[in-house]
């Protein structure tokens, strides 16, 4: 066992680079959730984010930094949690994003299942069933949405009257994406804390004006946009997008699992690319597992790939096609799933 005499802040820093959050499997300090640490040599203070409301995932993560401080020689530490966890557990502290009646986060345990050509289609889907809606561009290291809504890389967004942003309408929909902002060539090469304020800055220094559907299409994964999103809006549910094959499904359960933590109703599974060459049926069967609805499926079909490369996605190229009708069968489930807490004095036949 390596011990120090003295603890530094910059050692303490480097060993809590060691610890992941239970439930993003993240390091904390990436994520933002370390405040304050304060060293007195071999006695260490800490002020964290409270991050989770289940005090069994708080009680794990003082755990394993207790342990990891006490392999580098402290012979004390102490951790404070804020008080309220900031993350939209069960829709009770993070609070509702202005204007926006529902904020429905897009989301794949993996990339390369086409979860941004859902977001795009299930977006303009609502507005087609008569939805004012947004969509907001979480990827931020793959930004697709402005190609997809046939954006040119040259225009770019505008202050408002009020400072906000503008946000550029394309289709009938209001979009933001830091495509607007950066070199389509670059790489976006952020760590954890520009990711979080580009989360905060694309939720509440956007314009979006009155809303009925917000839709976020979310990076792959369980990360850092992922928990921010929590953190700083209340979500209203989360739609898991996945291909039917096995290697899907099982980080569509990490993402389920993930988005139960942080107390985000999962509306529920899309499965997309069905046909014979990646099968069918795997999007039911990890819905039925799970217990939440099965909200549909949509083919591997070429015609979804050349209208998103030409900026005209599928549900605004062909009204009335099969697969533009599935993506609307699809958006009808989710906006009914709010239908009785937006007409509470109407009941369905």
């Known amino acids: 066992m390596s011990t120090f005499s003295h603890l530094t802040r910059e050692k303490v ?41 289940d005090p069994g ?11 990891v401080l006490g392999e580098a020689g402290a012979s004390h530490v102490e951790i404070h949690f804020s ?33 941004s050509t859902a977001a795009v289609n ?12 947004g969509l907001m561009d979480g990827d931020i290291y793959g930004p697709n949405i ?4 046939g954006i040119p890389s040259d ?33 976006m090469i952020w760590r954890g804390p520009l990711l979080h304020k580009t989360v905060q800055e694309f939720l509440h220094r956007v314009e979006w004006g009155e809303l009925d559907f917000l ?36 980080d569509v359960r990490r993402a389920i699992n993930m988005f139960r933590q942080l107390e985000i109703p999962v509306l529920g599974v899309v499965e997309n690319m069905t046909g014979p060459v990646f099968g069918r049926g795997g999007g039911e069967r990890v819905a039925k597992d799970f217990q939440v609805p099965f909200l549909g499926d949509i083919p591997l079909d070429a015609e979804i ?17 099969g697969t533009s009708e599935r993506f609307i069968k699809i958006a009808e489930a989710i906006r009914q799933a709010f239908y009785k807490n937006d007409n509470p004095s109407k009941t369905r036949s």
């Open 215 to 250: 839709v976020v299409d979310l990076p792959p994964g369980t990360g850092d946009v992922q928990l921010s999103l929590a953190q700083w809006v209340r979500v209203s549910g989360a739609v898991i997008v996945t291909t039917p094959q096995e290697v899907a499904l099982a």
């Open 83 to 115: 008080g309220k966890p900031k993350c939209g557990m069960g829709g009770q502290e993070a609070e509702p994003l202005s204007g926006v009646k529902h904020v429905i986060a897009v989301s794949s345990g993996k990339g390369g299942v086409g979860k």
């Open 155 to 187: 225009r770019r967004t505008e202050p408002g009257g009020s400072g906000k942003i503008l946000p550029i309408e394309a289709h009938g929909i209001r979009a933001v994406s830091i495509g607007f902002f950066a070199n389509p060539e670059q790489p």
């Open 122 to 133: 299930l977006a303009l889907a609502l507005k087609k069933l008569g939805a004012r809606t």
């Open 57 to 67: 995932v708080r009680n794990e993560l003082t755990e394993k930094i207790k342990s």
């Open 305 to 321: 790939r050349e209208c998103g490369d030409a900026g005209v996605p599928i549900v605004a190229a062909t009204a009335g096609s």
């Open 13 to 53: 820093m480097e060993c809590l680079k060691r610890v992941n959050e239970p439930v993003l499997n993240e390091n904390i300090i990436s994520l933002g959730l370390v405040h304050e640490i304060e060293v007195d040599k071999a006695r260490v203070f800490l002020h964290m984010e409270n991050a989770s409301s």
């Open 146 to 149: 402005p190609i997809m809504l």
